[in-house]
């Protein structure tokens, strides 16, 4: 079975700065997807970005970008000139792209909660 | 386009009472998916359906049931309410994850059992 980890349940950072979330996972496949979603007060999942297995290349989208290790099954989440608006809980899931397994059940961490400070 | 719509948003439940949370998606979605979610837990997977008709037990599927009648509709329901079933739960759904569709997430229903 699947497993996500996210060793920090709170975190804080200067607006304009740039802070590093961690997430660790297990799993013996091969093939999947790594995600990291949003969450702000609103509690709408908002997903922030998207990381395919066999592609070597981190994702990034804007402020957001990607450590992705597939050997020590770690996938770190950045965000650039952190805003105000990133204040949020923010969760690290992965998704099995196996035929006949989890049929497309997200398996989420626990969360890390961003507070971004002006 | 409404994307996933859950109805109510919020309820207050007595130990016992029965209720039924309504999912639907107007993309015409294959997969749908019911979680819950509790404080300094993420997301976990109660029931989820891969097409019409059929169900399918996720990770924490004691004391809800789900049916899937029609394709746009994903129904939760609680039998006799506890109030360990005190949890926002979330519907998503999606035309297939593992081919690397978009799942899209309703704005959570907020259930109180008192």
């Known amino acids: 079975a699947q497993t996500v980890t996210q060793s920090q349940p709170e975190m804080s950072v200067q607006e304009a700065e740039t802070v590093t979330l961690s997430c660790t996972y297990d799993t013996s496949e091969n093939n999947y997807y790594l995600f990291w979603y949003k969450q702000p007060p609103s509690r709408q999942m908002i997903l922030v970005i998207r990381?395919?297995?066999?592609?070597?290349q981190n994702a990034t989208e804007n402020r957001f970008s990607v450590n992705f290790q597939k050997a020590a099954k770690s996938f770190s989440l950045k965000i650039s000139d952190s805003q105000l608006g990133d204040t949020a809980m923010y969760f690290c899931?992965?998704?099995?792209?196996?035929?006949?397994?989890?049929?497309?059940?997200?398996?989420f961490g626990k969360g890390t909660k961003l507070s971004v400070k002006p | 386009n409404a994307g996933v719509t859950q109805t109510p948003k919020f309820r207050v439940l007595k130990t016992g009472q029965s209720m039924t949370l309504l999912c639907a998606q107007d993309?015409?979605?294959?997969?749908m998916y019911w979680y819950r979610q509790d404080p300094g837990m993420g997301l976990r997977l109660i029931h989820y359906?891969?097409?019409?008709?059929?169900?399918a037990k996720g990770e924490v599927p004691d004391g809800y049931n789900v049916s899937r009648l029609k394709k746009q509709n994903f129904l939760l329901g609680l039998e006799s309410a506890a109030p360990s079933q005190t949890s926002v739960y979330f519907c998503?759904?999606?035309?297939?994850?593992?081919?690397?569709?978009?799942?899209?997430f309703g704005e959570g229903s907020w259930l109180t059992v008192v």
């Open positions: 359906s891969v097409g019409e008709g059929t169900t």
């Open positions: 990381q395919e297995a066999y592609k070597q």
């Open positions: 993309m015409n979605h294959e997969y």
């Open positions: 998503a759904s999606s035309i297939s994850p593992i081919s690397g569709n978009t799942i899209y």
């Open positions: 899931a992965f998704l099995s792209r196996r035929y006949g397994g989890s049929q497309g059940n997200l398996i």
